[in-house]
């Protein structure tokens, strides 16, 4: 109201007085100004200086102020000036001024590309595979580009008329390209099968990486990846939880390559969906089965037998079934200098049910289980023992996922998992003292996850998971050799919520921001955490990329493979936190370099990285005056530091094909109560690892591989005493920290192993059969370890482990036979 005063005041000196340049009859320039006037006022003040009417509808005009500043204005732009910014427009007729609304403009025409990649042989989804974009033929630069999920699922958002070329590649595939038109904004479905490229390698490699599929790195205490303890890396089944994959010796396979479709290690950077892990992560995704018949394979050997099949059941419904039968004890007489090869069998089924819905939707159900058993029995300075070990791991998950638009991809999932073990050990003979650790985990999850393709620039990826964890077990001090664990049966829940923006900064960079907030409740604590995690993704060319990741990641539920057996076998437990157990947290920092050479046959990387980690969990014995009447009370809590860098080379194509790759690393620990607050290395420290694999094919039906492992480490620098009253709790040594026994005794010595294949492929009729003659070195077909027995001062028994001397030759020859039909 006082600024409408105001302005009526000013009207009427305006026409009063002619020095302000209007004058009194209609005028043809005028000094406008108007600040906060309703729009009414202000037309009818132009209607009176210009002699004009102006014709609008009260509705267009009403509740609008207008704010002018104008010298000499003409009436065209005084309208212009007090229009401006209320989507009204003006036509004049004479001495009339009509105002209407401006037309809305058109919204260009926008058009979204999505659709699936897959294998053109399998119909298995390629997740992974880079989809680029160009413009017109193709013969220009990247346009845009974005990676296919996990389910080979990809969309390319907000793209105007024109042709493109859309360009799909991914390794072990030929490139595929695809030019198409875009007329108008309907959505557009463009699906790509890939055609494999003829590159074959040995089973327990993954096109040169480090094995994923075989336990090779050693004494079968599980995949070993630089500055990530083995206990505490995850492993992953088609999304369920596997805790303890690993077979004794490293002869078998972890899972049977038969069935896998893809597998990917990450010792850090990972995105947002993982978490519950400070180690390493190993997931792997199974095959479909076949669409088109009925096939699979069989085979026999001296080191195991396995059977697959795989098929259509009805036209939308495919199963792959997948048995084993491991008993790498065989018998070749001449082991007996290396030790008596102890009887061991793994028994595994693996199973997959798919299901097509309508549209783009797909169900499957998934299984695996697996039996291992190991015997052992030993007779030192008139003592006896035997050793009867068992560990079980079950999986089955159901798993939905689908297509809801061409921008929005949704995945709902349910898993179970379950591990437990049972270790026996009967000492003596006549009057037999038996001591049984035993041990049971069990998962219940819900999963859901989506990955909304916003625009051109984000693509947002969030997802819940709830996971009850059922945890019992009684683990004897005899297996531990530090003091026995009652786990009663416990129950935990973890919820986790987890986004990630994947952004696209430019044509050739990308990052990806998100966070994973996980609250963890327990009947004997509860715990919140929020991990943020980051990438950044520079593509210089088609061929070279530059990556680098910060990952921070809580870790909850703990492994045990800190001394006793479960340093040297493949059984281990897991512990919840609690008020008194503390959870572990690592921050994994990484920053690496990749690049494709010699059109495409070569692949050179260089990756560096760094990790710290929080409340690192150490079990150190006081001395055996002063035993602790649990673990928990033996656990000593520190920090971590790991830090090195890893070389790799690999040749994909030709005759002759491999990879090599060298890693130097160091890995570090600290506690406030051990060897006078100064770092220690880590039990699981590797200071230098060299890791081949080497495929020659030198006719079309043969192939000849070789396999080799060599690690060195640096030994402990602190003193090492002797083992009081001939005592020794196991290990190489007792060291003296400041009170502390580390029953460990030190880090296990470096690890050689060297494998050679031969196979010969044949025909029978339409069978693909072959012979192959394998010679391994002694890991993994005896038992490296050596167990003398002690009697203490109080009567009763305990152990202590050594390593042989086991060299990578002789090398050892196994044969298998296998036909695929």
């Known amino acids: 109201m006082v600024k409408a005063g105001i302005l009526c005041i000013s009207l009427l000196a305006a026409i009063a007085w002619p020095s302000t340049g209007i004058a009194q009859g209609p005028a043809t320039r005028v000094t406008v100004r108007l600040d906060g006037v309703t729009l009414r006022v202000s037309l009818d003040s132009l209607m009176q200086w210009f002699g004009v009417s102006v014709v609008y509808l009260d509705a267009d005009i009403e509740g609008k102020q207008v704010t002018v500043d104008c010298d000499e204005c003409d009436l065209g732009m005084a309208l212009d000036r007090i229009l401006s910014g209320t989507s009204l427009t003006w036509v004049q007729t004479g001495t009339q001024v009509i105002l209407r609304k401006q037309a809305a403009a058109r919204a260009p025409l926008l058009a979204t590309v999505s659709g699936s990649v897959t294998d053109s042989i399998t119909g298995q989804s390629v997740g992974g595979a880079y989809v680029l974009l160009h413009e017109g033929t193709g013969t220009g630069g990247v346009l845009r580009w974005c ?211 309508s549209g783009s939707q797909q169900l499957a159900l998934s299984g695996y289980a697996s039996r291992d058993a190991y015997t052992a029995r030993v007779e030192d300075a008139g003592l006896e023992l035997n050793n009867n070990f068992g560990w079980e791991n079950r999986a089955v998950s159901l798993r939905w996922n689908g297509i809801a638009s061409p921008s929005l991809f949704f995945s709902a999932s349910a898993f179970y998992s379950g591990y437990d073990f049972s270790l026996e050990h009967i000492v003596g003979a006549e009057t037999a003292e038996r001591f049984l650790s035993e041990f049971s985990v069990q998962d219940f999850s819900l999963r859901a996850h989506a990955e909304h393709y916003y625009d051109e620039h984000h693509m947002l990826r969030g997802g819940v998971e709830l996971v009850q964890r059922r945890i019992g077990g009684d683990i004897q001090k005899f297996s531990t050799q530090i003091a026995p664990l009652m786990l009663r049966n416990t129950t935990t829940w973890e919820l986790s919520v987890y986004l990630q923006d994947q952004w696209v900064l430019m044509p050739r960079v990308s990052a990806g921001l998100g966070a994973r907030a996980t609250t963890y409740t327990g009947a004997q604590g509860s715990y919140s955490a929020v991990d943020p995690r980051f990438s950044l993704l520079v593509a210089l060319d088609d061929d070279t990329r530059l990556y680098g990741a910060l990952t921070s990641i809580h870790q909850f539920v703990h492994g045990y493979r800190n001394s006793g057996v479960f340093l040297l076998y493949p059984p281990n437990f897991f512990y919840p936190s609690s008020e008194e157990v503390k959870p572990t947290s690592a921050v994994h920092a990484a920053l690496g370099f990749q690049t494709v050479a010699g059109d495409q046959e070569y692949i050179l990387s260089a990756e560096s990285f760094y990790r710290v980690t929080y409340n690192v969990h150490g079990f150190f014995a006081p001395p055996p005056a002063d035993p602790p009447a649990s673990l928990t009370d033996a656990t000593r809590y520190g920090s971590g530091v790991g830090y090195g860098v890893e070389l790799s080379a690999r040749k994909r194509l030709g005759d002759l094909r491999g990879a090599l790759s060298y890693t130097l690393a160091w890995a570090k620990e600290t506690y406030a109560e051990v060897n006078g607050g100064n770092p220690i290395p880590s039990p699981f420290d590797r200071r230098h690892e060299v890791q081949g694999t080497l495929l020659w094919v030198p006719a079309e039906q043969w192939t000849i591989g070789l396999f080799w492992v060599l690690t060195a480490n640096e030994p402990r620098t602190f003193e090492l005493l002797a083992p009081s009253d001939g005592i020794s709790l196991g290990g190489v040594g007792t060291p003296a920290l400041h009170g502390f026994v580390d029953v460990n005794g030190g880090r296990l010595p470096g690890f050689q192993r060297l494998e050679v294949d031969v196979t010969r492929t044949f025909r029978i009729n339409s069978m693909l059969c072959s012979i192959s003659l394998r010679f391994l070195n002694a890991y993994g077909l005896t038992d490296p370890f050596l167990v003398d027995l002690i009697t203490a001062p109080d009567g009763s028994v305990t152990w202590r482990a050594r390593l042989r001397d086991l060299t990578l030759f002789p090398l050892f020859p196994t044969l298998a036979v296998n036909v695929r039909f």
């Open 147 to 357: 990676p296919a999920n996990e389910f080979g699922f990809y969309s390319l958002r907000r793209l105007a008329p024109g042709t493109y070329t859309l360009v799909v590649r991914t390794l072990g595939y030929h490139p595929a390209r695809r030019t198409f038109t875009l007329a108008d904004s309907a959505p557009l479905r463009i699906d790509v099968a890939l055609h494999p490229e003829e590159i074959r390698m040995q089973e327990v490699t993954i096109e040169g990486h480090r094995s994923a599929l075989s336990s090779t790195e050693g004494y079968a205490r599980g995949l070993y990846i630089p500055a990530a303890p083995t206990d505490q890396t995850q492993y992953l089944l088609e999304g369920a939880r596997i805790y303890n994959p690993s077979h004794f010796g490293s002869v078998l396979s972890t899972f049977n390559a038969e069935v896998m479709a893809e597998v990917d290690v990450r010792a850090g950077g990972l995105p947002p969906q993982y978490g519950g892990r400070i180690g390493g992560m190993l997931d792997l995704s199974m095959r479909n089965g076949s669409r088109h018949r009925l096939s699979g394979s069989a085979g026999t050997g001296s080191l195991g037998s396995q059977l697959a099949l795989e098929g259509p059941l009805g036209s939308s419904t495919t199963f792959l079934l997948s048995w084993r039968r491991g008993y790498p004890d065989p018998l070749v007489p001449f082991l007996s200098e290396y030790g008596t090869p102890s009887p061991l069998a793994t028994t595994e089924f693996i199973g997959r049910l798919s299901h097509r819905l």
